[in-house]
Structures are given as structure tokens and as C-alpha cells.
């Protein structure tokens, strides 16, 4: 724990005294910490450096998770449910900011620290995803009446239309000379642009409604409890207004990969179809009843639709120098694309199979 670390989190209005501070997970994009206290009596807390050049606008990225987080803990009060366990909290400064902006312009947020939870890299049975779905489904269902707008701190972020914009754009720049390379990795954008496109009309016109959703459902972003429950769902940087096809669809390149996101060895990403009809039914049973049937009837799409969307943004951070995410070795963003093309395609292969399932619980549980 270095001094600068402990006096930023001294901002913060923690109970008890500061034990240690260390790095926590796997996150992409911002820098985690674990902040634990001295005694069994005060809490824990988890403690983020934003990723400024991601999060632009970090004051309203925090008012929305604010907005979020109370109407979240209004509907776990109404049922119940705890509070403190089953809805973030966040740890406002002393001051009583959402938020501590440091002398060199970096954005630090604070919540509380779940404990007693089970976090997990990979859905490894169909136990756990329809456990993640039911947390994902209850999520979206505890929302669907939220009113308040959120604000749009991610223009465009599964909006493939502001997706290809970019793609175009860094693939005229070429700016780290790749791109001759990669033939065969554009085509494979290529050849699914209009497809994906034509989808995304339907959101725009609003066939599709918009609702507040999550953004990245990945299994990582969910925590379960001892006995195998979905308990509470987190990383809310990207609450924001979309189609909750995009959750349902992020969920499923997530848990359904029999590999890594980043597997090096493309022989053992496939999609199971054991955890796709798990989640389908967890989430179905928790959202079956607001849902609308054009919701429904692009469920199975919206997987193919965002793991499209991954392998173009992965394709695209490459041929742009790997300014995105962050990266643990030269290639690792074209390994990436790679193994998440090989995902698309097993999912290209299952589609009626995946529209078959969605289609036989959409009709068993309304
Ligand atoms: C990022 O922050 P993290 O690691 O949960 C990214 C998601 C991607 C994901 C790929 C704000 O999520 O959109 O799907 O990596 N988040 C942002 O694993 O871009
Ligand atoms: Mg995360």
C-alpha cells in the first residue's frame, strides 16, 4: 500500500482504521483495489481508479450508479431482501462526494465490499447459469419501472452503427501499420455488417425498447453466495439506457464459452448449449413477464450480435495500437478477436437450435 493509495482512500468516509490495500481482479479498463480494515467490525471496501479515457464524464457515470443503487435497494427493501448484500453501496467522501478527483485529474470511487461471495471466471455448470441468469433477469426486472433517465456517458457503446463509424475511421488511419495483415480478420467484420446493422435498426426505430440495463454482464460482474445463488450484481460503471438485449447477449458469450475470452488455443472455445438453455431459463423466469415479443424474439440474436460487436472491438483496439484495453502481451488483442471469432462461428452453427430454446421458454413460462 503506497502512501498516495492510503491518503486518496482516507478521502473516503470509511469506518474503522485502513489495514491494507491491495489489487483486486481482472478488470480491463479501471484499477481495482481491495480496502480492508483493522477488526471483524468495520467493513471492507472496494476501492477504483476510473479509467479517465474510457469515462469521460466520471461525475455523471457515479449520479447514475447513485440513481441505480437506490431505486435497486427500494425494490430488495419492498421483497425483503438485504440491502447491503444484494444491491451496491457506494462510499461517498467525507465531503459527501460520489467521487475524489486527485491533483493529476484521476477519478477514485468507493463502494462497500460484499463479503461471504463467490465470483467466478467461467459458468462451469448449468447450475451456475441459471443462477447468473435469474441475478441478471431479476436485475433488469427490479429497473424496468425506474423512470428517472440515466445519462448517456458512453455514446454509441453496443450501438454497432457508432461501432462501424469507428472501425472505419481506424481502418483508414491504420495507425500502427496492421492492417495489411488482417485480411481475413476484416472480412470477417465485413461480411456481417449489413446483417448486424439491419438489426440494430429496429433499436433505433424503437421496435425494440429501451430500458436500463447493465452493459457487461460477464459472469465476472455478478456475485453468487455460498449455496449458489445469484446475490448481487456489480461493476455499474455502464448502467445506462439500452436494449436489455445486449445484457441477455453479453451474458451468453460470457458463460457459454467453453474457453477463454483470450484462449490461445481455439480447439477448446465452443458454445455449450447445456449453459445457454440454463441461463435462458433463469433469466426468462425473472423477465418473461415485461419482456415484449420482439424482446423475445431476438434473444438468441443479440448473442451473436455482441460477440459480433467484441470481435470488432478487439479487431479494432488491435489495428488502433491496443489504446483500449488493456493488454498482457503484443498480440493479445488479436489472440482475443481470434478466440471470439471462433465463438460467433460455434454460435452461427447452434443459431435454430439457440432460437428453438429461447422459443420453447419464452412459450413455457408466460
Ligand atoms: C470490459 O471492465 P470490464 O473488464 O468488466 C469492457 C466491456 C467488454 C469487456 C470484455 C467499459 O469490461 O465492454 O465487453 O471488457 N468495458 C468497457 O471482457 O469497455
Ligand atoms: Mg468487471
Avoid at 491518503?7 to 468516509?13: H, T, V
Avoid at 459527501?96 to 463467490?118: Q, R, T, V
Avoid at 415479443?293 to 472491438?313: G, H, K
Wanted: aromatic share 10%.
Amino acid at each position: 500500500m503506497t502512501d498516495n493509495l492510503k491518503g486518496i482512500a482516507l478521502k473516503f468516509s470509511i469506518e474503522g482504521e485502513i489495514a491494507d490495500i491491495k489489487p483486486l481482479g481482472e478488470g480491463f479498463i479501471n484499477d481495482t483495489f481491495i480496502v480492508t480494515t483493522v477488526g471483524e467490525e468495520a467493513p471492507n471496501y472496494l476501492f477504483q481508479r476510473k479509467n479517465k479515457n474510457i469515462f469521460k464524464d466520471v461525475p455523471s457515470m457515479m449520479g447514475n450508479i447513485l440513481k441505480v443503487t437506490t431505486h435497486l435497494k427500494k425494490k430488495v427493501a419492498a421483497k425483503g431482501g438485504d440491502i447491503m448484500r444484494e444491491a451496491m453501496t457506494i462510499t461517498p467522501t467525507k465531503t459527501g462526494d460520489l467521487y475524489f478527483k486527485d491533483e493529476e485529474g484521476e477519478f477514485w470511487a468507493m463502494c462497500l465490499f460484499i463479503k461471504d461471495n463467490l465470483t467466478y471466471e467461467a459458468a462451469d455448470s448449468p447450475e451456475l447459469a441459471y443462477a447468473g441468469g435469474k441475478g441478471i433477469g431479476k436485475f433488469q426486472s427490479m429497473l424496468s419501472d425506474m423512470k428517472e433517465p440515466l445519462v448517456d456517458i458512453l455514446p454509441g457503446f453496443h450501438n454497432i452503427r457508432f461501432r462501424f463509424k469507428q472501425w472505419d475511421e481506424v481502418l483508414i488511419k491504420d495507425p500502427a501499420g496492421r492492417k495489411a495483415e488482417l485480411t481475413e480478420e476484416i472480412a470477417w467484420v465485413e461480411d456481417r455488417r449489413k446483417e448486424m446493422l439491419e438489426f440494430w435498426t429496429l433499436v433505433e426505430d424503437g421496435t425494440i425498447p429501451t430500458r436500463v440495463t447493465h452493459n457487461d454482464t460477464k459472469i465476472n460482474n455478478i456475485l453468487f453466495d455460498k449455496e449458489g445463488n445469484d446475490l448481487c450484481v456489480i461493476d455499474l460503471d455502464t448502467v445506462l439506457n439500452s436494449t436489455v438485449l445486449n445484457d441477455y447477449g453479453d451474458s451468453m458469450r460470457s458463460y457459454t464459452n467453453t474457453g477463454l475470452e483470450d484462449d490461445d488455443n481455439l480447439d477448446r472455445v465452443s458454445m455449450d448449449m447445456d449453459i445457454f438453455k440454463a441461463y435462458t431459463k433463469g433469466y426468462l423466469e425473472e423477465t418473461v413477464s415485461f419482456l415484449t415479443a420482439f424482446e423475445m424474439e431476438y434473444l438468441a440474436f443479440s448473442a451473436r450480435y455482441i460477440t459480433f460487436e467484441q470481435v470488432l472491438r478487439f479487431l479494432m483496439d488491435y489495428i488502433d495500437g491496443d489504446n483500449y484495453y488493456k493488454i498482457k502481451a503484443p498480440q493479445h488483442n488479436l489472440i482475443r478477436t481470434h478466440a471470439q471469432y471462433k465463438l460467433l462461428t460455434s454460435m452461427e452453427e447452434q443459431y435454430e437450435q439457440m432460437k428453438q430454446v429461447v422459443s420453447k421458454y419464452s412459450k413455457e413460462l408466460s
